[in-house]
């Protein structure tokens, strides 16, 4: 079998409304760029990735001189041509190696009649935990819905989640309010649901002596993990041999080269595997069973996704020799997916394995239309600026960040 053609399509796709993050916002949809591998034989493999446009778009097609012609069962292959690390100076492709990558292991799939976890070893488990993911949201005149800043209105968006979906841990993205606030909002939500699991999450903003101040007024909480206080490995490292709970990244381990280094350092107690920031399904797989083996906890990150990289967690979710903790994701804020069939279905609190060969979704090409044409109408959005803090810009570690910069 042989690569014969590769095509990719952004799209942009609506939140239910804007979510609100440390570093800025993402503006009330997510940008994405869907992939489509074609082959000889006529089968068509399915990827995505973060971002789009124009640039995202040549750099998937400036890959063909590497893929026309590429068999694409041959993985190890396709990995040292386009992710060769000694070039990684010159040539950081792992990103859109990873979507091109899901798409090969789509066609695997299909042309062998087996899963995509099938080609991992096999699923372990064929349903998937997820976390709720509770973010400070701006208001949305379309939807009519977010908003949410204060104690009160977080507990009650919280249990909205529970009620629907039926998550049972719930993560909070904090690092955008006053940490005092957040940290009594996360005390409300654990409080307000009795039994559950909580995390929280400000993307590395807090310097680590926030963070031990931080950790020392939620170490009673029933904590799956810290995720990401601080910046860096010996941060991480330093605010580890001062807290209670268990410390948690998916910014500073996201290569063998910083896995290496946390087993040596003991800096981090859990990875959270990201299918596109590792490079690829089998990439992250790989990291997943080094972590089993050297007993460091691992769950499944989201970076923002749509139904074609939900099914790559799923797989990934299912074939991990271990799953400490309830998997992230952010699906639940969309309105819409291009996937045919529509979203997937979060049944208590967890979602089913595809059962369909590869990775078990097939794209809705009238929903891909449309949203492709929604992306030219709505254009990108700048993800480290908040629509809602005009000339504010994110400083990590200082103990003044979520006042204004003016610059």
């Known amino acids: 079998m042989k690569i014969t053609d590769i095509k990719a399509t952004t799209v942009a796709v609506p939140l239910q409304a804007p979510i609100r993050h440390a570093n800025g916002c993402h503006w009330g949809r997510f940008i994405r760029t869907i992939v489509q591998v074609y082959t000889d034989e006529g089968i068509i493999g399915l990827g995505e ?93 379309t939807t009519g819905m977010g908003g949410e800043e204060t104690v009160e209105q977080m507990v009650q968006h919280a249990l909205e989640l529970h009620r629907e979906h039926g998550f049972t841990s719930h993560k909070l993205k904090a690092g955008v309010f006053h940490p005092d606030h957040e940290v009594e909002v996360f005390r409300a939500v654990a409080e307000a649901l009795p039994g559950h699991r909580v995390r929280i999450d400000p993307n590395a903003i807090w310097s680590v002596e926030e963070a031990i101040r931080i950790a020392k007024a939620i170490e009673h909480l029933p904590n799956d993990y810290f995720e990401d206080p601080c910046y860096g490995l010996e941060a991480m490292r330093r605010l580890k041999s001062r807290c209670a709970i268990p410390t948690a990244t998916n910014t500073v381990v996201v290569n063998f080269e910083q896995l290496a280094a946390c087993f040596r350092t003991e800096a981090i107690d859990v990875i959270l595997l990201d299918t ?53 994701a952010h699906y639940h804020h969309l309105t819409d997916d291009i996937i045919k069939g529509g979203k997937m279905i979060y049944r208590d609190g967890a979602i089913e394995l595809p059962e369909g060969p590869g990775l078990g979704v097939e794209i809705d090409e009238d929903k891909l239309r449309q949203y492709q044409a929604y992306f030219q109408e709505t254009g990108g959005y700048s993800y480290d600026r908040d629509m809602g803090r005009p000339n504010w810009y994110s400083i990590t570690g200082t103990n003044d960040r979520w006042a204004k910069l003016r610059i």
């Not at 990995?79 to 100076?89: E, G, Q, Y």
């Open 49 to 141: 990735m973060g971002g789009g446009g124009e640039s995202a778009e040549a750099a998937i097609h400036g890959l063909k001189p590497y893929l026309l012609g590429h068999d694409p069962l041959q993985l190890e292959q396709l990995f040292w041509k386009i992710c060769n690390p000694t070039a990684s100076l010159y040539n950081n492709r792992l990103q859109i190696h990873a979507a091109i990558e899901f798409a090969c292991m789509d066609i695997m799939g299909k042309k062998l009649g087996v899963r995509a976890c099938d080609l991992l070893g096999g699923a372990i488990r064929s349903r998937i935990p997820f976390a709720s993911y509770l973010f400070f949201r701006h208001p949305d005149k």
């Open 276 to 328: 596109t920031f590792w490079g690829g399904l089998r990439q992250a797989w790989m990291a997943g069973v080094c972590c089993q083996k050297m007993n460091l906890g691992i769950s499944v990150h989201s970076s923002g996704e749509l139904g074609i990289q939900l099914a790559t967690m799923l797989h990934l979710g299912a074939a991990l020799p271990s799953l400490s903790f309830a998997a992230d």
